[in-house]
Structure formats: C-alpha cells, structure tokens
C-alpha cells in the first residue's frame, strides 16, 4: 500500500508541473519519433529496392549485348561506311543450350528496327523478337489481349505485343488490339498489351537499360526473316550498319541455390568466346539482390543510430531536469525523511517521475513516429505525382524504440533519486 502512495506522490508531482514534464518528455518523444520515421523510411526504401530487383527474377541471369567502345580510326571523318559486329552469337546461343541442359529456361531476345511508328507518332525503336517464354522468365503480365505463343512463331506471324507506356503514347483514344503499327516499313497488328512494370526510373530500370513500358515484342522467327542482323544508323555526314544476331538471353536457372554456380560457369564460357568480355555483359539479379541486401542492412543501423542519439539526449535532458527538482525539493524531501521515508522511498518516488516521463514520452513519440512515416507518401504525391517516398512500419522498431526510451529514463534518472535519498535531513529542513 505504501507503494502505491510513493507512486501517487510522484504522479501528483508530474501534474503540479505539467509544463516542465511536457519540456522534459520532449526529448524522448522526439527521439522515439526520429527512429521510428528513420527506420520505416530505410525499410521502405529498402523494400522498394528489392522488390525492383527481383521483377529481374532471382533465378535469372541475363546476358546482354554491348556496343564496344569506337576506335579512333571509326570516329575520324565524315564520309565513311563500315559496318560493326559485336554482342551475342547464335552459335553462343546454341553453346549456352547445349551446356546447360540444367537450366529451366533459355530464352534469347533480338533487337530490330529503328523506329516505332504510328501515324505522326515516332518512338526510338524498342522492338524485340523474342519467344513465349520470356513472359514467365522476364516476370511479366498481360493486362488485356493474350502474348505470343508458339503458333506465331511456326507461322512467322506479323503481330506485337506493346507495353502499357506505349499503348497509352501511340493509342490514347483508341483500343490498342486490333490496330496495328510499323516497326521501320514492316506494319503489325496488336494482339495484347503488357501490365505495367514499376522499373521506370528506378533500380530495376538501370539494370535493365531502358523502361519495359515501353517495350514491343514480335516473334523471334518473324524478326529474323522481316529485318535479318543488320541495323543501319545514318547521322549527319556519315552511315553504319551494326550486325548483332541476339541482343539479350535471359537464362533461368532450376533453383537460387545454382545461380551463382551457373553464372560462374556463363562468365568462363562467354570468355572464352569473347576475350575480355567487351561486347558482352552479364547481369545477375541474385548478386545484386544480396548485395541490396547488405547496403540497406548497413544504412539502417546508421540511421538507427542517428535516432538513437535523438534518445541518449532526451536522456540526458530527463537528467538534467532532475537534478534541478532535487535541489527544487530539498526541504520536501528533508520533511519526508523526518518523518519516516528511507532512502529506498526517495529514489522510488524520483525513479517513479522519470519512468512516467519515459514512458508517456515514448507512447506518443510512437503515435508520432507511425503518423508521420504514414503521411510521408501522401505528403510525396501531393508535392508531385511521380514523386514517390516509399515507408514501411516494422514492429521491431516501435518496440525497440519504446524500450529503449523507457530503458532511457530510468538510467538517467537514478543518479538524480540517488543524489536525492542522500540528502542529509537536518541539512535538508533547513534549507530555504
């Protein structure tokens, strides 16, 4: 019972002075609020990343084309014509096949064409010729109409597949299925249109080179015999023509545990094939996926440790104004003595204080701290429509850092209830 009284006292002394409580909780509700925001914006971000990355596919390994640096001979002069060979072979395609009957997939992608047009509308050509089962490989839907099957394949048939981005550039008042749109001079028909594929701009879209949106897929037999190998390019003064027979394979691998090996392998083949590997590259969505992993893991302990200063001087602030109410209270606490209070009822009292302090502190910095990471992505949209702050809540965070708030006031307040149990009573009534 006499417990409950010290308590009483304590709580009754936090309302006497409730504009100093609120100051010295101040520190703690800032602190409990910065690391629950730092954290939640690290986790989004971090989410974000890795949900980019994996779009790729975790299993995949994706070898691609590379234009390799021009010579100073090809940049020199402005009549010249020659014609520049680089990138993926067949006969690299059919090695790949051949060694790797492991594999789950093996799927090539062709380049073709200069341009995409539709009437007056012109595009740099994004155009590839590929097979039915990029669609599973690459992690990619159709949103309405169907994708290429093996039938369009066999019958080399004139129909695309276009991304969302360049069905909303080349058809925004008219269905997309049905009508049709020219890759160079060669005109196709729309059969599906992909749903969108939230790489543009971010993690994913820098591995993969370009935004998917606003891709289009034909038949790889159909690109083969409409455009063959060569790509002419014509600028001012000058003309090329470039032969790259397979711009991108996408190579699926059984499972996670065989990428890094099959990729190791991919790595000398394509070595040996091309010495250096100046026109080729090869992407692995694991390795970067880990290493995402590993960066994110990094900046959330910098971030929390940032907040966690925010804490330790909240702390320090509790601390401060403790010891100020000690020399405040001297003659209450010397009456209290007299009266019968030991030195364990002293620092319960102050301990009592500094813990309601904490904790009232940490409860609203919580309330603050998931209040702002979730008005952090409507305050983006509002700021601009692409701008995008990605935040995610996690349950460790609040309770780390209400732990550690509470687990804050009560050490930075012991050293002030100890120096307040010591207090000599005789000294203690007679002070003013």
């Keep these: 019972m006499f417990f409950f009284e010290i308590i009483k006292l304590g709580l009754n002394n936090l309302r006497l002075h409730m504009l100093r409580s609120f100051l010295t909780a101040l520190g703690i509700i800032f602190g409990v609020t910065s690391?629950?925001?730092?954290?939640?914006?690290?986790?989004?971000?971090k989410l974000a990343a890795l949900e980019q990355i994996e779009r790729l596919g975790a299993r995949n390994i994706i070898i691609r084309s590379v234009k390799p640096a021009e010579s100073a001979d090809q940049q020199s002069g402005q009549q010249q014509s020659w014609q520049l060979s680089y990138g993926i072979k067949r006969t690299d395609l059919t090695a790949i096949t051949e060694l790797f009957q492991n594999a789950d997939q093996i799927v090539p992608v062709k380049s073709v064409g200069m341009q995409v047009v539709r009437g007056a509308k012109r595009k740099t050509s994004q155009a590839y010729?590929?097979?039915?089962?990029?669609?599973?490989?690459?992690?990619?839907?159709?949103?309405?109409?169907?994708?290429?099957?093996?039938?369009?394949?066999?019958?080399?048939?004139?129909?695309a597949v276009i991304g969302d981005t360049l069905a909303r550039t080349f058809f925004p008042f008219d269905d997309p299925l049905g009508n049709t749109v020219r890759i160079d001079s060669q005109v196709f028909t729309v059969i599906g249109i992909l749903n969108p594929v939230g790489l543009a701009g971010g993690a994913g879209a820098a591995l993969v080179g370009r935004d998917l949106n606003e891709d289009m897929h034909i038949p790889i037999t159909t690109a083969r015999s409409r455009f063959?190998?060569?790509?002419?390019?014509?600028?001012?003064?000058?003309?090329?023509?470039?032969?790259?027979?397979?711009?991108?394979?996408?190579?699926?691998?059984?499972?996670?545990?065989?990428?890094?090996?099959?990729?190791?392998?991919?790595?000398?083949?394509?070595?040996?094939?091309?010495?250096?590997?100046?026109?080729?590259?090869?992407?692995?969505?694991?390795e970067l996926l880990e290493n995402a992993k590993r960066v994110a893991l990094t900046w959330q302990i910098v971030l929390g440790s940032i907040a966690g200063i925010s804490l330790l001087v909240g702390g320090i602030g509790i601390m401060n104004i403790m010891l100020a109410s000690v020399t405040e209270r001297t003659r209450e606490i010397g009456i209290r003595r007299a009266l019968g209070a030991t030195r364990n009822h002293i620092i319960t009292q102050f301990i009592v204080e500094t813990g309601v302090l904490s904790a009232i502190g940490g409860l609203v910095g919580v309330g603050l701290g998931v209040g702002i990471s979730l008005l952090f992505g409507y305050a983006a949209n509002f700021v601009s429509e692409d701008a995008e702050l990605a935040t995610s809540i996690t349950s460790w965070s609040i309770f780390v850092s209400f732990g550690v708030a509470a687990a804050t006031g009560l050490v930075f307040g012991i050293y002030p209830a100890i120096v307040a149990s010591r207090q000599d009573p005789i000294v203690a009534l007679r002070h003013d």
């Design 35 to 45: 690391v629950i925001v730092m954290v939640s914006i690290g986790e989004g971000s």
């Design 129 to 159: 010729g590929t097979t039915p089962e990029l669609r599973d490989v690459a992690n990619i839907t159709v949103k309405r109409g169907r994708y290429l099957t093996q039938d369009d394949l066999d019958s080399f048939a004139d129909v």
């Design 228 to 286: 063959g190998d060569n790509v002419m390019r014509r600028t001012s003064g000058s003309f090329s023509a470039e032969k790259v027979e397979v711009e991108e394979i996408y190579y699926s691998a059984a499972s996670r545990e065989t990428v890094l090996t099959d990729a190791s392998r991919l790595r000398r083949l394509m070595e040996v094939k091309h010495p250096g590997l100046e026109d080729i590259s090869l992407i692995v969505p694991y």
